[in-house]
């Protein structure tokens, strides 16, 4: 096990040293974790072009007294399958993982492709969610019989990032993809070392499209048992109010939250109202 610090910038802990570690996954492949604290357990999930980073400040803003795991679905020797084979039931055997390794049922938080994952565990493991919080999550699937239009603009995102990809325009690919989410723009005002290992990372983790067209369907959202938070930001794509749209007219207890003044990626750009959100419908 190793030993870190994150240190914080506003409301600071005593004590905000976190640790990481290994786990062996039913599937028997292995996932790296952080976690911090003793307590309640609060699972987090990043979204796909993330890692666990993404809920530094969020954690940094948490109360003391819950034990938080987040997980880092690709770093430090995590394997969630084979590139061009994987499915979302590979990222759910993570969460499997640590539902095991705290020995409880567990609050579950998902951002993005986290999200799409989480609702995949709510479905098809409720005894391992005692509640369900999802940021903006990326089951595109669910669009394609409820929302045809927020459907064609996602596949034709998808198509020309898989068409950049083929010819190995990398750059292009993702610079798309990163405004689409972030911004016109956004990728461009990056310093270029950052651009460099950013892509250099995604290339190892092959199709990030494939396993959001499957995985999760309306069925399974109506076998969703937990009290379900659904939050969205208010300065989101029309694609991603689709997707909570769905989520939350099916999935049976769901209620919505929106962030004001937030786009999809809130974990980072607006942490503290996020925090305060989660908290707010988090069951003790």
Known sequence: METAMWPSSAEPHDDLRVSAQTLTTPLGHPVRIIERGVGRPVVFLHSGVGSAG?????????????????????????????????????????????????????????????????????????????????????????????????????????DRWRAHVRVGQWHEAFEEFIDFYNGAGSFARWPRERQQAFLAVQRTRGD????????????????????????????????????????????????????????HMMPLTHPRPLTRALLSRMPR
């Open 54 to 158: 993404e809920w530094k400040q969020v954690w940094e803003l948490w109360p003391k007294d819950w034990h938080l795991v987040a997980v880092d679905a690709y770093r430090g020797g995590s394997s969630p399958g084979s590139a061009g084979a994987r499915r979302l039931d590979h990222y759910a055997d993570q969460v499997y993982a640590v539902a095991d390794h705290v020995g409880e049922p567990v609050r579950l938080v998902g951002f993005s492709w986290g999200g799409a994952t989480a609702l995949r565990v709510a479905a098809v493991a409720s005894h391992l969610v005692t509640s369900l919080a999802v940021i903006e999550p990326e089951a595109y699937g669910l669009l394609r019989t409820q929302d045809t239009d927020a459907y064609a603009e996602i596949c034709r995102l998808r």
């Open 208 to 263: 990030l499209w494939d396993v959001l067209f499957d995985g999760v369907a309306v069925d399974d959202l109506t076998a969703i048992a937990a009290p379900t938070h659904v939050i969205e930001g208010s300065r989101s794509s029309a694609v991603d109010h689709a997707i909570c749209h769905v989520v939350r007219t099916h999935v049976p207890s769901a209620r919505r939250q929106v962030i004001a003044g937030a786009g």
